[in-house]
């Protein structure tokens, strides 16, 4: 397989709903893609401002500023101590190192990439790049041999599964048995919602009690898009494993993937103040509040979601269906045939709308009923 045989983008069947859901009295609610609304921090954006003498090209690597800000974040949030610079390595948006991964790893025909059965489509899309082959299953037990890659997603998109330390512990181990990569994307874990992720940290794949004290042939991805509002910076990083970090180090000099300067420091500057993500949470977890009780009164059921951006909802029938009567609210959702083959009957809803569309949102949905 090649880029040639990847589909069309899915999201233009979802232009039909749209154009409905527009029309309502009261204008759109758009809850279908996951971009943030909210300004960027204002710390941040003056941390952007101070840096834009950038006549120099960036370090594909990282500034020393950006590296240990990297590290420290991962001891101080994500309870994973002992990171070095050689452990991390910042990345133009994380999308782009999930699709490229495969191909930076040397995966190719005869390989197989493993990934969510619920799963936004870059894990697959990476594969058929590298000419690899996709396999969905969130059962180690199933995982086959040939196995050069897995992907676990946690908190997930689109379903907001969390792993625990138990769950993650047993995919690695797996893996090791496999000789694969794995590699956690880790991006909404800060925004946990149902007990205990309201109170404890999201575990990363990378935390002592899921890796021991080998790190090797373990990666996490993050972003700072969700819990900073940097979608437009392109703002991300991995860690983990020094020795594959220092490969794709070397892949990405070749291939020029580096971080605007500017943007590397404003990533070490966000990355050193928590304030901001924690009124960023307070106001994901209003609209949550406000929203999830409105879609269950509607006649929905909310499955998993217990973290991230979403709410993974099905009321039975076919997606499309519930696409339909959501348009008719003035409602566009995310269809769950986008998200794989598995769920038919889902469709996802994102908290990133502003507080008075996500109310006109449950007021229709209390009213629908």
């Not at 993500?277 to 609209?287: C, E, N, T």
Request: aromatic share 8%.
């Amino acid at each position: 397989m090649s880029v040639r045989d990847l589909a069309d983008y899915p999201w233009d069947a979802v232009a039909p709903f749209a154009e409905r859901a527009r029309a309502h009295a009261d204008g759109l609610v758009d809850l279908s893609i996951g971009s943030p609304v909210d300004p960027t921090p204002e710390v941040v954006r003056r941390a952007l401002a101070e840096a834009t003498d950038a006549h120099a090209y960036p370090a594909t690597i990282g500034t020393p500023q950006l590296r240990e800000a990297i590290g420290a974040w991962f001891d101080r949030r994500r309870g994973v101590p002992g990171l070095e610079p050689r452990n991390v390595l910042p990345t133009i948006g994380s999308k782009e190192l999930v699709a490229l991964l495969p191909t930076l790893l040397g995966l190719g025909e005869g390989d197989i990439v493993v990934h969510p059965r619920a799963a936004y489509p870059t894990y697959a899309v990476g594969a058929v790049v590298a000419g690899a082959t996709a396999f969905a299953s969130d059962d180690p037990a199933e995982w086959p041999e040939g196995t050069k890659l897995i992907w676990v997603n946690s908190p997930g998109n689109p379903d907001g599964r969390v792993w625990t330390v138990d769950e993650l512990r047993a995919a690695v181990e797996r893996a090791r048995e496999l000789g694969a990569v794995i590699a956690g994307d880790e991006c909404y874990a800060e925004l946990g919602w149902d007990a205990p992720w309201d109170v404890e940290p999201v575990p990363s794949i990378l935390d002592p009690r899921v890796i021991g004290d080998s790190r090797a042939n373990v990666l996490a991805v993050y972003s700072l898009s969700k819990q900073s509002n940097l979608a437009g910076y392109r703002a991300a990083f991995l860690a983990g494993c020094a020795k594959i970090v220092g490969e794709l180090t070397t892949a990405r000099k070749h291939l020029g993937l580096m971080p605007p300067a500017p943007v590397q420091h404003a990533m070490a500057v966000a990355l050193g103040d928590d304030a901001h993500v924690q009124h960023q949470k307070q106001l994901y977890r209003a609209r949550r509040d406000i929203l999830k009780p409105a879609v269950e009164a509607a006649g929905f059921t909310v499955d998993r979601s217990e973290a991230g951006l979403y709410l993974w909802i099905t009321e039975g029938r076919d997606a499309w269906q519930t696409m339909e009567r959501l348009a008719g609210l003035g409602i566009l959702a995310g269809p769950g045939v986008f998200y794989g083959d598995f769920f038919p009957q889902h469709v996802r809803l994102s908290l990133t709308a502003s507080d008075e569309r996500v109310a006109a949102a449950a007021a229709r949905l209390r009213a629908s009923v």
